[in-house]
């Protein structure tokens, strides 16, 4: 063998979770490295409020994950865009056995067919309006199961890391429990039927003064321009909240339907309490022949490998509702249209399009920001890669 053949297989072999002999264990920890990068753009056209048409980097994540030992896992994700890191997945996870899970640490919690779909694996660019309902990632514990079709998970967390430790939230950090189950009766290798359901229960994040932090906003699924035309405000004296999740998929080949509804009930210490809700809609359809793909572990939808040199092409259509109105809240309400196009180059090369048209009502104002009624649309594309 040659020297500098010898000498690089030697260095290599040093590196953790890197074995060159096939007989050889493998050395923990390992180490793999993963990332993504997301470049938007978008144009408004305007209705009553002038929006700024522009580009952004919407993610560009840097992550390591691997396994610490046979049975205990990790992952750690940095998200570099606005010029700052924030902290998004960082987790171990303990494998009891093929079918059981235990994960500690910040990561989404199990809600929303929509909401834990990884942003890479998204079909539109922006989820859709119920992501006004979705929780962020939060500190805590999930046991998760999968049998035959179906899965289980159920965990307790705390707050977002970047609120954890701050003086006005040691004695009170807000808290709150969630659970999800699916089923996919049919499951095959072009066809799925899905169905699932979760629930959260959710006291406030805690604020100085005793007080406390609810509020729910969202953006009419563009972001280039950041105005949060729904946006109930703060809401005083809410106690704690509960939220009930449907959702349902079917892939039938290249055609594939998917929809999800959520309600949100807010309870006061002292008035009456408002039922909030969200739905939406869409249909995916790949001329050229492709299917969405199916992660039996998690009951989501992973990513697209072209069958062919040119790449897949998917064509969609989406409708979706908010409505932040009940009672004294006031939030704002409307539905959009979504149509879109993807082209994978290949399996980790995606380029976007999608054109919104809004519909929003007198009262999404951005809390008082904006004027009410103010339907515009927007043409938004995207480059995103990963590795």
Partial sequence: MRPKLAATITLLSLLPGVSLDAQEPIRYPTIRPNGRLQADAAFYREDKKDL??????????????????????????????????KVRDAWVMYRANEMLRLQLGNYKEPFSL?????????????????????????????????????????????????????????????????????????????????????????TPDAQEDDETAL??????????????????????GSDHYQ????????VFGALSLQGERVWTRVNRTAGPS?????????????????????DTEDGEFLGITPRRSLGAVELL??????????????????????????????????????????????LATANGDAEGDDDFSALYLRLQFHF
């Avoid at 906003?217 to 703060?234: A, I, K």
């Avoid at 082209?343 to 054109?355: E, S």
Wanted: glycine residues 10%; without cysteine; proline residues 3%.
């Fill in 243 to 250: 939220q009930l999740d449907v959702e349902g998929a079917v």
């Fill in 215 to 236: 509020r729910f906003r969202g953006y009419s699924e563009t972001h280039v321009d950041r105005t949060r035309f729904y946006d109930t405000g703060n809401l005083p």
């Fill in 52 to 85: 700024s048409n522009g580009t952004e980097i919407r993610r560009a994540r840097l992550a390591v994950a691997g396994d610490l030992t046979a049975e205990w896992s990790y992952q750690l994700e940095l998200d570099l865009a606005d010029d700052d890191a």
């Fill in 114 to 202: 929509d909401g834990i779909t990884s942003s890479r694996f998204t079909s539109f660019i922006e989820r859709s309006l119920i992501d006004a309902f979705v929780p962020p990632r939060h500190f805590g514990a999930a046991v998760r199961t999968n049998f035959r079709g179906a899965t289980a998970s159920i965990g307790i967390f705390g707050q977002e890391p970047g609120d954890l430790g701050e003086d006005d939230l040691q004695d009170s950090e807000g808290w709150g429990a969630a659970a999800r189950g699916t089923f996919a009766p049919v499951l095959a290798e072009r066809r799925l039927v899905h169905i699932g359901a979760a629930v959260r229960h959710r």
């Fill in 317 to 362: 259509l989406r409708y979706s509702t908010l409505d932040l109105n009940d009672g004294i809240v006031t939030g704002g309400s409307g539905h959009n249209w979504t149509a879109g196009a993807n082209w994978y180059v290949a399996r980790n090369l995606r380029f976007m399009v999608n054109y919104v048209i809004t519909n929003h009502d007198a």
């Fill in 274 to 294: 408002s039922t909030l809700v969200g739905s939406y809609v869409y249909a995916s359809f790949f001329p050229t022949g492709e299917h969405r793909t199916y």
